[in-house]
């Protein structure tokens, strides 16, 4: 993890266990902090579909 | 070495959109291509997990088999030097594919935790180039995850664009030198510009930085758009693509 990784994540509140590891140490990847982060990021994909596919029904094209 | 937990990873999720909870055109289609990406992302993720029950599962078959022919599960060195028959490996897989289709859910799921725990013990002792395969598996599937959501976030906002151009096109591209339309772009489509204008504007933003994303839904959907915005500024999108660009750039 370098100071650009620290610097561009520093408003990243889900990141600051990782950030508190410190610049020039290695993330340790496991498998619960990626099935979190890939779980809860894939499903913001889902939200983000449903949210435009009602803004697109709830304003038809006139 | 660190412990890689992988125990965690058979309760990633298995992502499905039913067909109902989609109406648009332009949303049912970009979820297809998402849902594929998502679900590789989770398959990768598993991976290990499920080759190393499957193998389990087949070391059962194989013993059950062994079992059948020798008619005890706990046959004699003199039974043991009984030659096997030439077709034992067609018998090991007939009784692996029954054993695998009359696998109860409950019992995948004990299978996987098995050999989750069978892994975990091994890599406690494998050299650490064979624990850092395992952790680069990780590290692929939030890179395959950003992958994704960054193909997701584009495709969606050029579908929905072409499919309700008259709100949603009111973009301002950060590249002021790109406003407008070319008239080149409106040769390219015969003249004809219905269905075409996400198509056409999408080139303005760079959907692989997340700032420009943002902008790009921001400036579209600027009008009641506050459930579409939040959507794609929670913090777990954030982290997906530094994570990705961390492991990408610095790995």
Redesign the interface.
């Known amino acids: ?2 100071s650009h ?1 620290l610097e ?2 520093k408003d ?4 600051s266990d990782i950030r508190a590891l410190g610049a020039n140490n290695p ?6 902090m ?2 979190d ?23 038809p ?2 | 070495m660190h412990d890689l937990k992988l125990l965690k990873v058979i309760n990633a999720p298995v992502f499905n959109i039913s067909p109902d909870e989609l109406k648009t055109p332009a949303c049912k289609e970009a979820s297809l291509t998402f849902l594929r990406n998502a679900n590789r992302a989770t398959r990768i993720l598993q991976a290990p997990v499920f080759a190393a029950g499957t193998a389990g599962v087949y070391q059962a078959a194989v013993q059950f088999a062994m079992a059948d022919f020798y008619g005890t599960e706990n046959p004699t060195d003199e039974q043991m030097k009984i030659r096997l028959p030439a077709d034992f490996g067609d018998k090991c897989y007939a009784q692996y594919v029954k054993m695998l289709s009359s696998t109860e859910p409950g019992q995948h799921q004990l299978i996987m935790a098995s050999a989750a725990n069978n892994l975990c013990l091994f890599l406690q002792v494998c050299p650490k180039d064979v624990h850092d395969i395992f952790e680069s598996l990780l590290k692929t599937t939030i890179i395959l995850a950003w992958t994704a959501t960054e193909t997701l976030l584009e495709d969606l906002w050029e579908r929905a664009l072409n499919e309700h151009p008259s709100d949603l096109c009111k973009v301002t591209p950060p590249d002021k030198a790109k406003k407008g339309i070319l008239s080149e772009e409106i040769q390219k489509y015969g003249f004809n510009l219905r269905n075409k204008m996400g198509t056409i504007l999408k080139g303005r933003f760079k959907f692989h930085t997340l700032t420009e994303s943002r902008m790009a839904y921001e400036t579209a959907f600027s009008t009641d758009g506050g459930q579409v915005n939040k959507a794609i500024k929670n913090g777990y999108v954030d982290s997906l693509y530094h994570l990705r660009n961390l492991i990408a750039h610095n790995s």
């Open positions: 993890m370098d990784f561009e994540t990243v509140k889900l990141l993330i340790l990847f496991d498998g619960e990626t099935t982060f890939v779980g809860k990021g894939i499903n913001c994909g889902f939200e983000l579909l449903k949210s435009v596919d009602k803004w697109l029904i709830d304003h094209t006139p």
